[in-house]
């Protein structure tokens, strides 16, 4: 399977532990996005990293939040001290860098509940 | 802030038929528009995309009309199969940045 991969697929924790997912993209696809999608709404953009580099973070992700893709292939998604309220489907993208704007591809998501 | 929204949370048909799900987004600077399609417990699926240089393009069973002058867009699927119930979702993009969701409308299909 040469999409984009996700683990864990679900993560059970209880709050105030720190959780890490990670993402694989597809191969050769530069641009890395994370999204994060509660029941009934749409994904919610996060951030997105451009090879190595983080070029955007949305406000909605609180200092509690990092992310990181250090070689520009894999990303980690770290969140400190969860909360009940981060309990939601983290999903994750990746696109080439084309001229023109192109689909993100995404993966199966891991879903997170925090007790 | 700007956002993408769906005009209707739900959308029952019949198989066989038609449906038309819309989707109204307020930002002019939006140059590229995409549908996804999301079943239960998956992550969004690529369904087909317009550029604001278009106003209507055709994939397989499927059609996204873009009316820029109201900042409408809208998915049709022709002849719907039960397979097509899932929600669906459309974002928009400008240039560099990530793309934006709505919030989605959940089709069901009934043989």
């Known amino acids: 399977d040469t999409g984009v991969s996700q683990n864990p697929r679900h993560k059970i924790t209880k709050r105030g532990q720190n959780v890490t997912f990670r993402c694989d993209p597809i191969s050769e696809h530069n641009r890395l996005y994370w999204y994060r999608q509660t029941l009934g709404q749409g994904p919610e953009f996060l951030t997105y990293?451009?090879?190595?580099?983080?070029?955007?973070k949305s406000r909605l992700l609180s200092d509690r939040f990092s992310a990181e893709r250090p070689k520009g292939s894999f990303s980690t998604l770290e969140i400190q001290r969860t909360e009940q309220g981060d309990s939601a489907m983290y999903l994750c993208a990746s696109s080439p860098r084309t001229v023109m704007n192109t689909e993100a591809f995404f993966g199966q998501g891991t879903r997170l509940t925090v007790v | 802030g700007e956002s993408v929204g769906l005009h209707l949370p739900t959308l029952s048909v019949q198989e066989g038929d038609n449906s038309i799900i819309n989707c109204a987004y307020s930002n002019s600077a939006s140059d590229y528009f995409i549908w996804y399609k999301q079943e239960s417990g998956k992550g969004p699926q690529f369904i087909i995309d317009i550029r604001s240089n278009m106003d209507k393009r055709q994939g397989q069973r499927v059609t996204v009309l873009l009316n820029k002058t109201v900042k409408h867009l809208s998915l049709q699927i022709a002849a719907t199969q039960p397979g097509d119930s899932a929600v669906y979702f459309c974002a928009e993009k400008q240039a560099g940045t990530a793309l934006i969701f709505g919030k989605g409308t959940t089709l069901s299909v009934s043989s």
């Open positions: 990293f451009q090879n190595e580099a983080q070029l955007e």
